[in-house]
Nanobody
Framework: QVQLVESGGGLVQAGGSLRLSCAAS????????GGWFRQAPGKEREFLAA????????LYADSVKGRFTISRDNAETTVYLQMNSLNPENTAVYYC???????????????????WGQGTQVTVSS
């Protein structure tokens, strides 16, 4: 059974940091690129960051460049999102996803991702 399970969300003050984790199981994680997205109430799902299956290439949305960092540990079948300098506009449900891309391919389009987690809530207070 394919599963992606996010953790690490919660309530944080503006300017603070959180580290999200996404544990994968039920498929060969090392053959999939990993991505992070978020969705705020009333808004479309927004791409944040992606990392190729090899870990050799990353892609970030302009809105999070320099503040968010994606990483992965294939041995632990986990992808991470380190989020720094958070602000109230970052409040949303954060999702991880996996896609069967080629070794160095990264894509930001949600439709290209095959597997999704259930999401974890991040709330940033002012």
């Amino acid at each position: 059974q394919v599963q992606l399970v996010e953790s690490g969300g919660g309530l944080v003050q503006a300017g603070g940091s959180l580290r999200l984790s996404c544990a994968a199981s039920g498929f060969t994680f090392s053959m999939y690129a990993g991505g992070w997205f978020r969705q705020a109430p009333g808004k479309e799902r927004e791409f944040l960051a992606a990392m190729s299956r090899s870990g050799g290439r990353t892609l970030y949305a302009d809105s999070v460049k320099g503040r968010f960092t994606i990483s992965r540990d294939n041995a632990e079948t986990t992808v991470y999102l380190q989020m720094n300098s958070l602000n109230p506009e970052n409040t949303a449900v954060y999702y991880c996803a996996a896609a069967p891309f080629s070794r160095l391919q990264v894509v930001g389009a949600p439709s290209m991702y095959s597997y999704w987690g259930q999401g974890t809530q991040v709330t940033v207070s002012s």
